[in-house]
Nanobody, 121 residues
Framework: QVQVVESGGGLVQPGGSLRLSCAAS????????MGWYRQAPGKQREWVAT???????NYADSVKGRFTIYRDSAKNTVYLKMNSLKPEDTAVYYC???????????????WGQGTQVTVSS
């Protein structure tokens, strides 16, 4: 079993900041990459940012320069620091972990349950 758990969402005013956390645990041999996605009401889930095991990062154009993804490898945890938040950033944010599992030695994607971020005055 692999568990992915997000935390840190909430209500923030436009221009404010939030930090999301995501921890992966369980039957993991190796984490290849972790990333954040988001889904706004009535819209499809979209990719936000990814960080690889080598600490390479990539961002969607809509968040580049405002969001920062970073990780604590010892804790299998990734963070998303969100600055200069806009109302259009309102969404449920999901964490994804691409891992190699123990026992079966299979690689797969695992998702958290999501955390709500609301940007509103």
């Amino acid at each position: 079993q692999v568990q992915v758990v997000e935390s840190g969402g909430g209500l923030v005013q436009p221009g404010g900041s939030l930090r999301l956390s995501c921890a992966a645990s369980g039957s993991i041999v190796r984490i290849y990459a972790m990333g954040w996605y988001r889904q706004a009401p009535g819209k499809q889930r979209e990719w936000v940012a990814t960080i690889t095991s080598g600490s390479s990062t990539n961002y969607a154009d809509s968040v580049k320069g405002r969001f920062t993804i970073y990780r604590d490898s010892a804790k299998n945890t990734v963070y998303l620091k969100m600055n200069s938040l806009k109302p259009e950033d309102t969404a449920v944010y999901y964490c994804n972990a691409n891992v190699l599992r123990t026992v079966t030695l299979t690689r797969g994607d695992y998702w958290g349950q999501g955390t709500q971020v609301t940007v509103s005055s």
